[in-house]
T-cell receptor, first 114, second 113 residues
């Protein structure tokens, strides 16, 4: 069972460069999420997609864009990376609409912006 | 989502029970109580959740106060592998909770051999 798969796992960017984090889930979930986690902190929601074709801003959306490519895939793009975006990024998915549903997380993508 | 309060850290010995407390005095009637944990260098993983009644699964038990203003995650026999950050999270299921989970800083559980 692959669950939620993120790529790349590690990336170093120079300030101003762009990149896309890819995420795919194989559980037929309708909702997908992107979080970031800074050292010693809990996760903060960047963007989410409640269903295919919809995306919404979370707590910290500035500097990011997302695309829900299809039901399986949800990508996160940094158009012009900044050192403040150095963080660990987690993709997640769940079946929105089910009470008490479980969210499944990927293993994380470690991004350093220099 | 309503706020939760957890101790920053707790320490326990291997093979002993661990009780992780969580206060959520502003919980609403539609909030489920979720517990997730995050092992070092990994994504969070689901532990258990409940609404009003106590819950048991193969990983842990969840004891919910009668007034629902607090809950306790119980690990019956801690192992070294249980060392992690444990997050207590309230999720409003009205409309299915489409906006994910709101994480605090959680409790850092240290297990001594």
């Amino acid at each position: 069972n692959a669950g939620v798969t993120q790529t790349p796992k590690f990336q170093v960017l120079k300030t101003g460069q762009s990149m896309t984090l890819q995420c795919a889930q194989d559980m037929n979930h309708n909702s997908m999420y992107w979080y970031r986690q800074d050292p010693g902190m809990g996760l903060r929601l960047i963007y989410y997609s409640a269903s295919e074709g919809t995306t919404d801003k979370g707590e910290v959306p500035n500097g990011y864009n997302v695309s829900r490519l299809n039901k399986r895939e949800f990508s996160l793009r940094l158009e012009s990376a900044a050192p403040s975006q150095t963080s660990v990024y987690f993709c997640a998915s769940d079946q929105h609409g089910n009470s008490g549903n479980t969210i499944y997380f990927g293993e994380g993508s470690w991004l350093t912006v220099v | 989502d309503a706020k939760t309060t957890q101790p920053n850290s707790m320490e326990s010995n291997e093979e002993e029970p661990v009780h992780l407390p969580c206060n959520h005095s502003t919980i609403s009637g539609t909030d489920y109580i979720h517990w997730y944990r995050q092992l070092p260098s990994q994504g969070p993983e689901y532990v258990i959740h409940g609404l009003t009644s106590n819950v048991n699964n193969r990983m842990a038990s969840l004891a919910i106060a009668e007034d629902r203003k607090s809950s306790t995650l119980i690990l019956h026999r801690a192992t070294l592998r249980d060392a992690a950050v444990y997050y207590c999270i309230l999720r409003d299921e009205t409309g299915g909770g489409a906006d994910g989970l709101t994480f605090g800083k959680g409790t850092h559980l240290i297990i001594q051999p």
